[in-house]
């Protein structure tokens, strides 16, 4: 009994501290507004996991790059080694290159921590571009994300940037050919090219100001600017909310998934520490940019088949790729062979993944709001883009390690560049066409399921003297989805007010492209939208549809 009374007094003082601490933090914070927060829908889909690990690649790439600035030194003062690691001792090189072998083996834990920082930089831009393509695919980037897109792409860019100037930072051989390469580009661009180079090198190649200027942007302006497109990001898609994929009892105007408290936070942390233990154990077993065995950069010498990372391994294609062109003009001499592949080429792609939403909805006319997510079987056109645009860049990339082919396949460099060249153009043509057969055929078998019924293997003797397979119907769930698809039709040929006609016949043309090879389905079921009462509030929990068990279900309209 004393024992009772005791943890009954003790519960009673803990409920009494506890109701006090938060009457004290929502009278200075809002803590009673964030019920609805807490609440919030995420969906359980496995695709919607990979912007979760960008982000929390990100955040070891923080956590790492902190320590390392520790112990980095950005200057390109000469110093002569004499550290533990003898193949090295009495080489000349810079403070950056010698703390950077001091980091990987006299520091604690320092090649370890080197090694997470670069695998998770390599992760962190995989996940982000993944992560767009799998919103390229699905048409999350139409209305009201075409915003969110947008940042999705400039955070690649400046992932991308970020990537770069890490990686040069160790002034080690490898980079400082990087670097090199970098230097050329700039000077390619006509008029401005040399007086770039001068402001952003400080003075002629290498000069002293480029490994301090690099290390202000790595770990300053390029990550701030990162943590502020990251939060914006965040918070639009909280604002505007997960898209999610049709089924039963999701509309365009609630979202079904898990609640962000308890269920997905305990499911995010989890994966946050899955991906850092990944990171740690690729660091642990798999050796990655030794600078050792490149030594320090000097301008006199490069090593033969260097490689840059994946995700500027383009560029190097793109450079090796381009047949040697110049012109001469007005005493200004223009290398096209550098200023198109890496300095054009570059700006184009970029310049399509920005203007894709916008060119999409012109070309659809497709104004309304979209929150369920398209199969990329029922879009053919934009899939067939997606995947041309997969294999050219893939061309390019492995463009860029041609030599290291040609040696390791013994075939002729000249003919396997020229191999690529003609690639280049033909292998995007021929992918694009072959994925959007391959569309049409499965939307072809999507509707002989809706009208056969699912096969099953079995063949039974029909009365004629035949043979037949049984078939046995859809699942109700999967019914749904295959009768959810509504393609519009193509515009018509009369052009909108205001719009010149050459611009509305062009306009018709590309929508007729883009729609008229379809398999049209029986028309699907109107699903009744879930009514809201006067009283409901924003993200209330209702009662999850039947086909979902334990699902959570937030009956707000989409905004």
């Known amino acids: 009994m004393l024992m009772q009374r005791r943890r009954a007094r003790a519960g009673a ?12 933090a929502d009278g200075r914070l809002p803590v009673s507004e964030s019920g609805g927060l807490l609440r919030k829908a995420f969906p359980e889909h496995w695709s919607f996991l990979l912007g979760e690990i960008a982000l929390y690649s990100f955040v070891v790439l923080l956590l790492t790059g902190v320590w390392l600035t520790l112990f980095f030194k950005p200057s390109m003062t000469e110093v002569v080694y004499d550290g533990s690691y003898e193949p090295l001792l009495g080489v000349s090189m810079s403070e950056a290159y010698r703390s950077t072998v001091d980091i990987s083996f006299d520091v604690r834990g320092g090649l370890l921590i080197r090694q997470v920082h670069h695998w998770a930089a390599l992760v962190f831009l995989s996940a982000i571009g993944v992560h767009l393509l799998r919103i390229f695919f699905t048409g999350a980037f139409r209305r009201p994300r075409e915003v969110n897109w947008l940042i999705g792409v400039t955070l690649f860019m400046l992932a991308l940037v970020e990537g770069f100037a890490g990686y040069s930072l160790p002034d080690d051989l490898l980079s400082g050919t990087g670097l090199r390469i970098a230097q050329g580009i700039i000077q390619s661009i006509p008029v401005v090219g040399t007086y770039l180079t001068m402001f952003v090198f400080g003075s002629q190649y290498p000069g002293h100001d480029i490994v301090p200027r690099l290390y202000s942007v790595h770990i300053l302006l390029v990550p701030a600017l990162l943590v502020a497109l990251v939060t914006l990001h ?21 979202a079904v998934g898990k609640p962000m408290f308890p269920q997905f936070m305990t499911n995010s942390s989890g994966l946050f520490f899955m991906v850092f233990g990944v990171l740690t154990v690729l660091a642990a077993v798999a050796q990655i940019n030794p600078i050792w065995t490149y030594g320090p950069y000097r301008p006199d010498i490069i090593s033969s088949g260097s490689q840059p990372d994946w995700y500027v391994g383009f560029l190097e294609g793109s450079l090796r790729l ?5 012109t001469d003009v007005a005493g200004h001499t223009i290398m096209w062979n550098v200023l198109v592949p890496a300095v054009v080429l570059p700006g184009a792609l970029f310049a399509v993944l920005y203007a894709y939403p916008f060119f999409e909805r012109w070309v659809t006319g497709d104004h309304e709001e979209h929150h369920l997510c398209d199969r990329p079987r029922d879009k053919p056109v934009r899939t067939g883009l997606g995947v041309a645009a997969i294999v050219f860049y893939g061309v390019l ?5 041609n030599d290291i082919l040609a040696h390791t396949f013994d075939i002729s460099l000249n003919l396997l560049t020229w191999i690529f060249r003609v690639s280049l153009v033909v292998a995007p043509v021929l992918a694009f066409l072959a994925t959007k057969r391959i569309c049409l055929a499965l939307q072809e078998h999507d509707r002989e399921r809706l009208t056969e019924g699912e096969e099953t293997g079995e063949v039974h003797q029909t009365l004629a003297g035949g043979y037949a397979e049984r078939h046995e119907p859809l699942d109700p769930e999967e019914r749904h989805v295959l009768r959810s698809r509504r393609e519009p039709e193509p515009l018509a040929l009369s052009p909108k007010e205001g719009e010149a006609p050459h611009v509305g016949r062009l306009r018709a043309t590309l929508s007729g492209w883009y729609y008229d090879d379809r ?19 924003p993200d209330a929990a209702q009662e999850p549809p039947a086909s979902e068990p334990g699902a959570y279900y937030s009956g707000e309209s989409e905004r």
């Open 13 to 24: 003082r803990a409920r009494h501290a506890a109701e006090h601490t938060v009457n004290w």
């Open 234 to 254: 965040l918070i639009l898609v909280f604002y505007l909310k997960h898209t999610q994929w049709a089924g039963r009892g999701r509309t365009n105007r609630n």
């Open 322 to 326: 381009m047949p040697p062109f110049e």
């Open 397 to 401: 990339l492995l463009a860029g390690g």
């Open 519 to 537: 398999v049209d389905v029986e028309e699907p079921e109107q699903e009744q939208e879930p009514e809201r009462g006067p009283e409901s509030a």
